[in-house]
């Protein structure tokens, strides 16, 4: 869809659609499952785990830092990441309504 067509959606519509375009990306759910996964935040070891290389790591990264879902702070020369939890919530509230709010009675046999 063209950029010039996303006013005719309402703000959650082209947020919750952004949000699933960038958790869309297999890479993009194994850095965050990874991270999620972790006791501290993220600073070097992606691309061993991940098996991609660093710009291609940097540029999911990016994706993910869009929506929100990742924060960062500098130690030393690195720059670490961890999930935003509150952000992590709320499109957790966000996409458990669009899937609740569907019409169970639709179209069943």
Known sequence: MG???THIFTTAQN????????LAH????A????ISQQENCICNDLVDVIGLSQPTISQHLNEIKKIGLLQGTYEGKNLC??????????L???FDAFFSNINQNCCQI
């Open 26 to 29: 297999p890479a993009r759910i």
């Open 81 to 90: 990441y961890c999930i935003d939890p509150k952000r992590w919530k709320e």
């Open 15 to 22: 947020e919750l659609a952004q949000a699933a375009k960038v």
């Open 92 to 94: 957790h509230l966000s």
């Open 3 to 5: 950029v010039s067509k």
């Open 31 to 34: 850095i965050l499952q990874y």
